[in-house]
């Protein structure tokens, strides 16, 4: 019966040592939890200081190159008729002229860089001038005008025929008026032999007369323009013309 009657008082001595037991389980937990927050506060610390990340090795991925805006592919050269006419090639020029020169037959019929005439309406001297264009040489002026498709352009077996020469011009304005060392020749084309180029080609004469009468070749045919050229000393010409003309 004593037993009994103190079983009550163990049952409270029990219940308080439990509730101990769990209030010191609980504390030692929050400190743990405590001292966990405290060590994620100092990683986070140390992480963002400047020091560590200079320390730190910074890797990035390498940004994609930008095109710029509004890119286009560079605009091809194109090449200069006098070279797609092959004239450059066949009459051994050092490159094709820089300026164009104003021919007219008539006053009115222009010649435009490889138009077409016909034989009688090139039958006569036309008007010859350079406007506008500034050519780097003072005068005298010679112009000369070759075919270099006689008697064909597909057999050329009196490349060049020679048709005009004309030196010592003093104004740029009025080219066909000089010093005629050989007088004008028209289109004569042989009958089916094709169209023939017809060209104009305008010479500075470096500050040099010439003598007209001890420039004309024997003969018209199978005239060198390039061995003129350098005869004369006349250098690459400042300017040009051409046309087309045949005899179907």
């Known amino acids: 019966m004593q037993f009994v009657q103190q079983i009550p ?58 095109m710029p805006m509004n890119m286009t592919q560079p605009q091809q050269q194109q090449p200069s008729i006098w070279t797609t006419e092959e004239l450059v090639t066949d009459l051994s020029l050092p490159g094709a002229p820089n300026a164009t020169l104003d021919v007219r037959y008539n006053d009115s019929l222009q010649v435009t860089l490889g138009n077409k005439l016909t034989p009688l309406q090139a039958s006569t001297a036309p008007t010859v001038c350079l406007r506008n264009v500034s050519v780097g040489c003072e005068p005298p002026f010679a112009l000369l005008m070759v075919d270099p498709d006689a008697t064909s352009r597909q057999n050329p077996q009196f490349r060049s025929w020679l048709h005009w020469i004309v030196v010592n011009v003093n104004s740029t304005e009025k080219l066909h008026e ?18 023939h180029r017809y060209v104009f080609l305008l010479y500075c004469q470096r500050g040099r007369r010439l003598q007209g ?36």
Not at 219 to 246: D, H, M
């Open 9 to 66: 008082g163990l049952l409270l001595l029990v219940t308080l040592l439990c509730c101990d037991s769990i209030r010191a389980q609980d504390s030692s937990n929050m400190a743990n939890m405590t001292s966990m927050m405290a060590n994620a506060t100092n990683m986070t610390a140390n992480a963002t200081s400047p020091t560590n990340v200079t320390n730190a090795t910074m890797v990035e991925s390498p940004m994609p190159a930008q």
């Open 213 to 248: 009468s001890e420039l004309a070749p024997e003969k018209r045919k199978n005239f060198n323009l390039a061995e003129f050229v350098n005869k004369t000393e006349l250098g690459p010409p400042l300017a040009g013309n051409f046309f087309f003309a045949e005899n179907p």
């Open 178 to 195: 000089g010093d005629q060392a050989v007088p004008y020749n028209g289109p004569a084309p042989p009958k089916g032999s094709g169209p």
